[in-house]
């Protein structure tokens, strides 16, 4: 799985291959916290904190919130298993911890897309016995905690989410005769802004569309579900049936046919290593113009040239059809999970409480943008003095969040496989759909896919 974002989703199913027992939940014997850190006292054991960080935001907090937990507690130890490698080298020598059984980490971190997985294969823990007598869990729009839930349990707790926006850079837009607040009411005026690029402003690409494998999950967030979502559709039905068929997603694969027939988006992304590396770039460095992506890149870009990141990178949620509402595609980002097999999950629990208070949440989405999982973090002076967080926290209002699907990624590999086909021109439009179909039916089988 790539390092698509630092979110990473990868295949439990394949690297498990088995399921065990999920355990009760264990009974909190912490007070409820205050939006100040640990309050509890007279915890006592050892837990191991395990989490993966190469970008080095995140020790100085984990190591700041395991000395309160023991201040507070003097009985207590926790152990800090920092790993300085990548999401997708991490979690595989974790899924071995967890299904062997022998150093198993108390608390890991990972990304919200495996709650089902995870949940599913009983490697981690329910948590509601702990958040129903937390009193900051108020502090947790409800979409968040509904993303959060999975089979009707409390699974994980986040504190970055994720967003997506339609990137755009004003210069390369207004070369081409478009206004620098570019605004799309419907897609049609994507297509129209990358046509315009196209045929007006040299060296620049116009537009990149993630299809294919090699883009990995953004064939799934950053592309297709989207696109069927605006398109007035559908991916999964309320009762958790994936749709195989339907207008909408036709409507989203020939929307794909379009952009790569006329030569908007590069096919590079159909055949390069990790080709949102190049578009990311591209797009911050002004050689790209359009670009549906994670809220989370555009620290990387302000990093390298804030002045000229706020002067020429705009940003708008996803258009529609119709011109009806725009809207996003959410994540829960990463998260903090308890696992099943510890000895001390009280202790875990108050490690993750200490963690998740008002201002680190604040604070380590400031060095790292994401908008927030609290409300009251959004409510730091910090964080409301920077315009890009205080947007991407508004733009949760008006996201989706796909649900926690344990074969989320098999359903991934079928549209990879049917926008791969279309934008490498092996396929129509409605060809791909019914392979899609077909391709949802062999992977998680015929009675959990619908046609409409």
Known sequence: MSAYSRRTFLKVAAATGIAVACSPAAQPSATPSSGAPSQAKGLTGTITVSYPD?????????????????????????????????????????????QSGTDVPDVFHFGGDSIGELADAGYIEPLDNYVNAWADWKQYPDSIKKGATYKGKVWA??????TRWLYFRRDDL??????????????????????AVKSKVTNVLPYAL?????????????????????????????????????AAIRKALAYYQKVYGQGLSPKEILTTTKPWTAMRAKLGDGSLALLFEGGWVYGGW?????????????????????????????????????????????????????????????????????PVARSDSADVAEFKAQQYLVDS?????????????????????????????VANGDSSADDAAKQYSADLKQAIGADKVVEQ
């Open 54 to 98: 190469e970008l080095g935001v995140k020790p100085k907090y984990v190591d700041q919130a395991a000395k309160t937990v023991q201040s507070n507690n003097s009985g207590a130890t926790v152990k800090v298993d920092l790993q300085k490698i990548s999401d997708d080298l991490y979690y595989p020598k974790l899924l071995l911890a967890l």
């Open 157 to 162: 707790i986040p504190y970055g989410m994720d």
């Open 174 to 195: 207004q070369k081409a005769g478009l206004a620098a607040d570019w605004t799309p009411t419907k897609l049609d005026d994507v297509v129209a802004a990358a046509t």
């Open 210 to 246: 993630y299809a294919g494998q090699a883009a990995s999950d953004g064939a799934r967030d950053h592309a297709f579900v989207p696109l069927v979502w605006a398109y007035g559709g559908d991916v999964v039905t309320s009762d958790g049936k994936w749709i195989g068929n339907s």
């Open 302 to 370: 302000q990093s390298k040239d804030k002045s000229g990141t706020e002067k020429n990178v705009g940003y708008v949620l996803h258009p529609t059809e119709t011109s009806g509402p725009s809207f996003t595609i959410g994540g829960l980002g990463t998260c903090w999970y308890i696992t099943a097999k510890s000895k001390n999950k009280d202790l875990a629990w108050e490690f993750i409480k200490t963690w998740n208070n008002k201002d680190t949440v604040a604070k380590i989405n400031i060095e790292d943008p994401h």
């Open 393 to 421: 926290t508004k733009s949760l209002e008006k996201a989706r969040f796909l649900p926690p699907d344990p074969n989320l990624s098999k359903i991934t590999t079928a549209i990879q496989k049917a926008t791969g086909r």
